[in-house]
């Protein structure tokens, strides 16, 4: 994984995310939330919605992704640091490898999708052809007491025995 230095600016952006995150346990959803941020300012937000929206594909880095490129009215996203509270899935990395975001920062590591470097790496796989710096692991154990207070699913199970025996 590509060491990326860890600023009071990501801490910021992933305390924001993880408000979202908040907000999609409330609404029954497995916590996670997600900022794009460029020059110092979010672009677009959102919380995972695959449940409320009854589609698979509606997490949080997804729904982040299509608001962006509409506000930025560009399919590219270049110059933009994601933020998510998760570690993102192989479809949400793919999809962030294809917007061209320069910098992910995740917070939780997922050992069950996690495609930023857990389980696989796909935002850094050199027979792509983008790579993204990568930070993770800010504001981990925040992510992870949102996942202990609204998780239920045999996967958040194994993600809270990974998170404790992990610290
Ligand atoms: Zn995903």
Same mark, same amino acid.
């Given at each position: 994984m590509t060491a990326g230095a860890v600023s009071e600016v990501d801490s910021k952006f992933m305390a924001e995310a993880l408000l979202l995150a908040e907000a999609a346990a409330q609404s029954g959803e497995v916590p996670v939330g997600a900022i794009l941020v460029k020059d110092g300012e979010t672009i677009a937000a959102a919380a995972n919605a695959p449940i409320r929206l009854n589609d =698979? %594909? #509606?997490h949080a880095e997804i729904l982040v992704l299509r608001e962006a490129g509409k506000s930025l009215a560009n399919y590219r996203l270049p110059g933009t640091t994601l933020y998510v509270s998760l570690e993102p899935c192989p479809m949400c990395a793919a999809a962030i490898v294809h917007a061209r975001v320069d910098r992910l920062v995740f917070g939780a590591a997922d =050992?069950? %999708? $996690? #495609? #930023? $470097? %857990?389980?696989?790496?796909l935002v850094q796989d050199?027979?792509?052809n983008h790579q993204l710096t990568v930070v993770g692991g800010v504001l981990a154990s925040e992510a992870a007491v949102l996942l202990t207070n609204y998780g239920h699913s045999p996967g958040d199970l194994d993600l809270l025995i990974y998170f404790h025996s992990h610290g």
């Open positions: =698979p %594909t #509606a =050992p069950k %999708t $996690g #495609a #930023a $470097g %857990t389980v696989m790496n050199s027979r792509l």
